[in-house]
């Protein structure tokens, strides 16, 4: 099968990460006799330096025309004085808006091999941890109206934070179809307490809970779910938010799993297009050295043959890989333990492509 593949390796371990994720396709296309063909464009502070802007006109194209979207991270302490309009991030906003990518898919698993290098006691996550963070990618705070004015003298700043029905209901029947699909427990996330999108976000769900009478739902508060989710993150199986709320939730569920360089990411539209990033950012403070976790980004492409390209073989080939690498006790520098073998970023990849 022949795909295309748009590439976004972005700043800062971008590049390092995502050369590994192409290396681990590049084995499975020999394996299985497919053919990926990749098309680089830059994203982020690497295209403000060249092109002034964070992505161009050309590059969205690309990002358009493709069967798939491949990113590494953007941004860094470089570009972060950049005017609102060309900041790097604008450009990741944009690609998720202009390809209608509204449901963006987080699984939050802990590989057994890495149960000392997750923060939480033994028995806290004795149980495991295995957990999907669907998040709504399009809406919310993000990207409604901003305004910074001067009122009486004083700089006051406003962030507004709309959502219509049909935004949430979108969302909705993706988390609970993702639900049916693994242990029909869902818990939605809002703030109903006191945000009035939050109010019509648990309306909409409350409905929707109607068609899926085999989903046990519940509704939480996203305080008490930040407390829980350390507490006790195992009485989770899918959770659905809102975009800021996932975005913040779902940095701290990465720890329950020793490393926020192991978590990947699926942002999916309502058609086959995928784009498909690990869920950290550029990591500034290790860009260039090597030393980065690609595990995020490789199972991020493995999340791609699953979900794009109906891809199950392969995509189990590259989770297995990796289970095996960890079980064989090679570890970056993010999660190794005493008496394992520490490797570089270029190094994992080669072992994951070598069980492939
Ligand atoms: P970050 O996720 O880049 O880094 C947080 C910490 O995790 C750092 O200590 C970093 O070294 C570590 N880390 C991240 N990925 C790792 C990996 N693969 N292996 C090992 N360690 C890893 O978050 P930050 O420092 O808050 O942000 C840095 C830049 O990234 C900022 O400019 C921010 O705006 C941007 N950002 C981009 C995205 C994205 O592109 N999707 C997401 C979040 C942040």
């Given at each position: 099968m022949k795909k295309n593949i748009t590439v976004l390796n972005g700043d800062g371990i971008g590049p390092e990460i995502v050369r590994e994720a192409v290396k681990v396709l590049d084995r499975v296309a020999e394996k299985y006799g497919h053919g990926f063909v990749y098309t680089y464009?830059?994203?982020?502070?690497?295209s403000i330096d060249k092109y002034g802007v964070p992505i161009t006109d050309e590059g969205m194209k690309k990002c358009k025309e493709a069967d798939s979207v491949l990113l590494g991270a953007v941004g860094g302490p470089k570009w972060d004085s950049c005017p609102a309009e060309i900041r790097p991030e604008k450009a990741l906003?944009?690609?998720?808006?202009?390809?209608?990518?509204?449901?963006?898919?987080?699984?939050?698993?802990?590989?057994?091999q890495l149960s000392n290098a997750s923060p939480l006691k033994e028995s806290v996550i004795s149980k495991g941890i295995d957990l999907m963070i669907v998040r709504e990618l399009t809406g919310g705070v993000y990207f409604g109206k901003k305004e910074l004015k001067t009122v009486n003298g004083e700089e006051v700043a406003t962030d507004i934070m709309p959502y219509s029905v049909h935004e949430i209901e979108r969302i909705g029947r993706v988390a609970f179809e993702s639900a049916m699909k693994r242990n029909k427990k869902l818990a939605s996330v809002d703030k109903a307490n006191v945000l009035?999108?939050?109010?019509?976000?648990?309306?909409?769900?409350?409905?929707?809970?109607?068609e899926y009478p085999d989903v046990e739902?519940?509704?939480?508060?996203?305080?008490?779910?930040?407390?829980?989710?350390?507490?006790?993150?195992?009485?989770?199986?899918?959770?659905?938010?809102?975009?800021?709320?996932?975005?913040?939730?779902?940095?701290?569920a990465s720890m329950l799993t020793g490393s926020i360089g192991m978590m990947p990411s699926a942002s999916l539209s309502d058609g086959k297009l995928g784009m498909y990033e690990p869920i950290h950012g550029s990591a500034p403070d290790i860009a260039g050295m090597n030393i980065a976790n690609p595990i995020g980004t490789v199972m991020s492409v493995a999340m791609m043959l699953r979900y794009s390209f109906d891809m199950k073989d392969e995509a189990d080939d590259i989770e297995n890989a990796v289970n095996k690498v960890l079980d064989s006790g090679y570890r970056t520098a993010d999660i190794m333990q005493e008496g394992l073998i520490k490797v570089s970023t270029d190094k994992m990849g080669d072992l994951i492509a070598s069980e492939i």
């Open positions: 464009v830059d994203i982020g502070g690497c906003l944009a690609v998720r808006k202009e390809l209608g990518l509204f449901a963006n898919l987080r699984p939050t698993k802990l590989f057994s009035e999108t939050s109010r019509l976000w648990r309306k909409t769900m409350h409905r929707l809970a109607f739902y519940s509704d939480i508060l996203v305080d008490n779910t930040a407390m829980q989710l350390i507490k006790n993150p195992t009485q989770f199986d899918v959770i659905v938010t809102e975009n800021m709320f996932g975005d913040i939730l779902s940095d701290e």
